[in-house]
Nanobody, 114 residues
Framework: QVQLVESGGGLVQAGGSLRLSCAAS????????MNWYRQTPGKQREFVAA???????NYLDSVKGRFTISRDNAKKTVYLQMNSLKPEDTAVYYC????????WGKGTLVTVSS
C-alpha cells in the first residue's frame, strides 16, 4: 500500500523559511520521481517542484531560486526547502508520485503572513 505523508507546514512571516518533508512507503522510492504540488481555495492544484530518481530537478518559475527540492533515498523522504517565502506561497502543499497511477498525500498547510 502506497502512502505519502507530508509534514513541516505552518505559519511563517514573509521572508521566512520552512522545510517540508514527505515520507513515502510502499514504493520503490529510489527509482521513483517525486513531486510537490500546491493548492489554494478556488484554484487548481499547481505543480511546484519535481526531482527524478537521478536527482534532476524542475521548478515552477515563480519559486525558482527560492525553493529547493531534494531527496534522501535511505529515508525514503523528499524535501522541499522554501526560503524567502511570500504571502502568495500560502497553500496546502501535496506530495505526489506517478507510478501505474498517481498517488497523493493528504497535504500540509503553509501560511505566509505579510
Amino acid at each position: 500500500q502506497v502512502q505519502l505523508v507530508e509534514s513541516g507546514g505552518g505559519l511563517v512571516q514573509a521572508g521566512g523559511s520552512l522545510r517540508l518533508s514527505c515520507a513515502a512507503s510502499g514504493i520503490f522510492f529510489s527509482i521513483s520521481s517525486m513531486n510537490w504540488y500546491r493548492q489554494t481555495p478556488g484554484k487548481q492544484r499547481e505543480f511546484v517542484a519535481a526531482i527524478t530518481s537521478s536527482g534532476s530537478t524542475n521548478y515552477l518559475d515563480s519559486v525558482k531560486g527560492r525553493f529547493t527540492i531534494s531527496r534522501d533515498n535511505a529515508k525514503k523522504t523528499v524535501y522541499l526547502q522554501m526560503n524567502s517565502l511570500k504571502p502568495e506561497d500560502t497553500a496546502v502543499y501535496y506530495c505526489n508520485t506517478k507510478l501505474a497511477r498517481e498517488y497523493w498525500g493528504k497535504g500540509t498547510l503553509v501560511t505566509v503572513s505579510s
